[in-house]
């Protein structure tokens, strides 16, 4: 996409977050979120987070939204909210997604003191989201989605106007790494986090800052490492199942998958099918 459109998106978006005023943004520390409330700061309109956790968000995914915002003097209002209950998250429906979103936001939304915004970005309306329908029928706003900003346009910006980690790479919620008809338990998920943080300290070692991955538990019951890039090197490999089966992940493969966003949804529809 031509330089100048990401100049226009960016003036549309500071002039999208002027025009609202006040925000309240629904920040998980990763890039998208945390893009909105760097334009709403550099916009020169009050910015107020909210960061959900509980057990369906890493840990580190936690304490880097709370570092992160203390290093831009923002606020943070901590919610703990636990999903495992909705009926949807309990029996692993294909609804899980948007009912956990809608029961998150609902939170969110009797704490906040300003217009509640997400990261949701313009690439999102190419992806499966269920959680996007609960956004819109709570009237969450999304800005970047509003101003046609796509993830590459986020990347770039962040670049641009300093932003740290314009490349961190989306860990998403615990709960994509399950597959439909599975019941989530928290000691579960606690085992798949600290799976995927010993995944993400070898491959740094390696030099691969940044890179995207998921461990998941499949249908079969064995677990993944699903690559979102190749990595020509049998030998990283051979390490990386060797650190998950230290970890406790005795049954792993490791492959390269073409897209990491939707991955049950994928294969979910290709049995219906």
Known sequence: MPMRN?????DDLIGLLGEIGPLTVACSGGIDSRFLAHAGLQAGVPVELVHVCGPHVAPEESE????????????VRLLRCDPLHLPEVATGS??????CKRFLFEQILSVATAPVCDG????????????????????IRSPLADAGLTKDMIRELARRTGLARPDQQARACLLTRLPYGRTPDSQLLVRLAAGERVVEERLQEAGYEEFPFRLRLCATGDYELHLGREIDSSRL????????RAAGFPSIQVRSVPRLSGYFDRLNDERET
């Open 64 to 75: 880097y939204a709370l570092a992160w915002a203390a290093s831009r003097g923002l606020g």
């Open 120 to 139: 949701s970005n313009f690439s999102d309306a190419k992806e499966f989201r269920p959680g996007r329908r609960a956004l819109l029928e709570l009237g």
């Open 237 to 244: 490999h051979h390490a990386l199942e060797d650190v998950l």
């Open 94 to 99: 294909k609804e899980r997604c948007y009912a």
């Open 6 to 10: 990401v100049d226009f998106a960016w």
